[in-house]
């Protein structure tokens, strides 16, 4: 009985050896390496002929557990040891990116064949992201040749969707960033990938994963200002990147201003208060009249709750109007923003269906309450209105119109 109990572990242990040994021999990086650098060094630098070893080897070689070191291999020639330098005691292969020409073409070619392998073993993907997170974490223990080579080839690599910008985060590394190598690479990353496809594109990826608002922390706290960023881009030869960022940041304030008015409203704050914090705002963040009456138009309307009766929306928009006028005036010291104002109603009664019929009234309100003056309601009625509803709106405004004419021909 005893002498059972003491073989069950000898024998478990013997049985748990051999499958861990023959796991080696099957499963070792070194093994694995030997093989792609091979391969690679017979194929030499003809990028098509790797691209067709590659899709070949993927039959033989376990890709899905080796990704890691094959992307190690086609980037920079070898396994990499933490930290991004080469490990010393293994063999290596000048066929990767590193290795390569320093231009476009050369990673536009590298970018295809990156391309067809992913395309033929999808479960590629994700591993090829992580890579390329490492490599960007990495970026301090390459060379600078290898650091624009690695650049290029993600921004072409993000433009035709092989990675998703959400890579960028390792380039916020608090390192990468004080020690100036984040935005270094960033220029790079982003000539290549804005020369791939345009600026909007580039806008819409980086929208996606909201990073569209980050850009600013690719310098260091102290840094982190639109003129500075504005003129490192610029003088890098990226200015609609940086008008890119200057939108964002106007984009930004006005939400914002939005917010905080809505806010002053609904608590009630004194008029000559809300108009100070507005002049304020639009000094700070160069927003413009036009930009800021629109502003305030909707933050009027939508401090209520309107009634859906049409017979009754009208009167009720006059007096809550009549109350606001003040506030809307003080932002209509320009025949374009009293245009803007204009097209802004007419918008906001064509869309909201039982403000169909108010849209004169609110004109009328206007024009005594002096936000509006006649030759802007004049400019709007001959050419300045918008198609939504022109017919409806037209129609109500001709009395009023041919009274605004008389009176002016009557001066």
Request: hydrophobic share 40%.
């Amino acid at each position: 009985m005893n002498n059972q109990k003491q073989q069950k572990p000898t024998l478990s242990g013997q049985r748990f050896k051999t499958r861990k040994r023959d796991e080696k021999e099957r499963f070792d990086p070194t093994q694995f390496q030997d093989c792609i650098i091979q391969g690679l060094t017979e194929t030499g630098s003809d990028l098509e002929a790797v691209a067709k070893f590659l899709d070949a080897s993927g039959a033989k070689l376990d890709y899905r557990r080796y990704a890691e070191t094959l992307f190690d291999i086609l980037v920079a020639g070898g396994m990499l040891a933490p930290g991004g330098t080469l490990a010393d005691d293994l063999m290596r292969t000048d066929v990767c990116v590193f290795a390569a020409q320093e231009d476009l073409e050369t990673m536009q070619a590298f970018a295809q064949v990156f391309n067809k392998l992913i395309r033929r073993y999808k479960y590629l993907e994700k591993g090829f992201e992580d890579e390329v997170k490492k490599l960007l974490l990495f970026l301090k223990g390459f060379s600078e040749s290898e650091r624009n080579k690695l650049a290029m080839l993600t921004g072409i690599l993000l433009a035709n969707g092989t990675l998703n910008a959400s890579i960028l985060n390792s380039l916020y590394n608090e390192n990468l960033v004080k020690e100036g190598v984040s935005a270094a690479f960033a220029v790079k990353l982003f000539k290549s990938w804005i020369n791939e496809k345009d600026i909007n594109a580039v806008a819409a990826s980086l929208r996606k994963v909201n990073m569209d608002n980050r850009l600013m922390e690719l310098f260091p706290a102290n840094k982190q200002s639109l003129e500075h960023f504005t003129k490192y881009f610029t003088d890098a030869g990226l200015k609609e990147l940086s008008e890119y960022v200057r939108n964002q940041q106007t984009i930004g304030a006005r939400k914002e201003l939005q917010k905080e008015l809505q806010e002053q409203m609904s608590r009630g704050d004194p008029f000559k208060d809300i108009i100070l914090y507005v002049k304020e705002e639009m000094k700070k963040n160069n927003i413009s009249e036009q930009t800021v009456i629109g502003i305030v138009w909707s933050s009027v309307m939508s401090t209520v709750e309107w009634n859906k009766k049409e017979e009754l929306v009208a009167e009720q928009a006059i007096k809550h109007l009549k109350q606001y006028s003040p506030l809307l005036a003080a932002f209509t010291t320009q025949g374009q923003s009293e245009l803007t104002l204009l097209l802004k109603i007419q918008e906001y009664c064509y869309d909201n269906i039982h403000f169909m019929k108010a849209f004169q009234k609110i004109v009328v309100l206007f024009y005594k309450a002096e936000v509006l003056s006649e030759e802007p309601i004049l400019k709007w009625y001959k050419d300045a209105h918008l198609a939504k509803g022109k017919s409806v709106f037209l129609e109500q405004m001709k009395k009023f119109v041919e009274w605004l004419k008389n009176a002016e021909e009557g001066n």
